[in-house]
């Protein structure tokens, strides 16, 4: 298959769009099990409701894991604020519901969130000994309720049409807490605007009823295993000091 020039890359992939549908390419340097993995969490919001893109096939083109998807027409939410941010605290408000209806479904036979942040705590080559076995100790003695959780919700993951608001790049979803999720959702809107992120928590917090001091004690280990993510737009001594002032002594 003939592709023209990406409409966006990432670290993992890359994005075409091609007839009329969305075709995501992954990077070669990835499992074997990517793209289909993938693949089942955004079919299973979609089967719970969510506003996703409908998967229409996982296969390989020019020998690189790939899934062709529906193509949603809009522009994302990020795109919308930055060219009027007087609008910030509605669209903020609409995502936040957004986020919320999806914390109410239960995940059943999804990667566990737990089981993802510990493979990053201990490969975080940033963090000593001392600190991976501070987090784990935190990380160990939460008690939760499993719920569909996306791992990287923000603007930039939200396309809003005539239809509504539909949720994009599922890698990252797993079954796990929902103060966890909106900690790093809080960590994300942060490593950009400071007023961004506290106006994500605050509206969060009084829809949901949550407290910030519940969704902050995951800041640490949030912190920490996105250090192993290795995003060259992230500070990595912001996620040390967000480690070490919460935890060390």
């Keep these: 298959m003939n592709l023209s020039n990406p409409i966006t890359s990432g670290n993992t992939a890359d994005i075409y769009l091609h007839e009329g549908k969305l075709i995501k390419l992954f990077k070669e340097f990835l499992p074997g099990t ?12 979609y089967a719970h409701g969510l506003l996703v893109p409908h998967i229409y096939e996982v296969t390989k083109i020019n020998d690189k894991q790939a899934i062709i998807m529906e193509y949603i ?8 604020i930055q060219n009027d941010m007087t609008k910030a605290e509605y669209y903020m408000s609409l995502s936040v519901d957004v986020q919320m209806k999806m914390h109410k479904i239960k995940a059943n036979n ?26 784990m100790e935190k990380l160990q003695n ?24 539909t949720i994009i790049d ?47 004690a995951w800041l640490p280990i949030i912190a920490g295993a996105r250090l192993n ?12 000091e967000i480690v070490n002032r919460t935890i060390i002594d």
């Design 73 to 80: 027409p809009g522009e994302t939410i990020g795109l919308i």
């Design 229 to 240: 993510e290795n995003v060259a737009s992230e500070n990595e001594n912001r996620l040390l």
């Design 170 to 216: 599922w890698i990252d979803s797993s079954a796990g807490d929902i103060k966890a999720d909106v900690c790093r959702s809080y960590l994300l809107y942060s490593q950009y605007s400071t007023d961004m992120a506290d106006l994500y928590i605050r509206l969060y917090c009084e829809k949901s009823g949550i407290s910030q001091a519940d969704i902050f």
């Design 142 to 165: 939460m008690r939760f309720e499993m719920r569909l959780c996306h791992g990287d919700f923000h603007f930039l993951n939200l396309i809003l049409n005539d239809t509504g608001v």
């Design 34 to 45: 990517e793209a289909e993995n993938e693949a089942k969490k955004q079919r299973y919001a």
């Design 110 to 135: 999804f990667e566990l969130m737990t089981d993802k942040l510990i493979n990053n705590i201990l490969s975080a080559k940033a963090l000593n000994a001392r600190q991976k076995n501070t987090l």
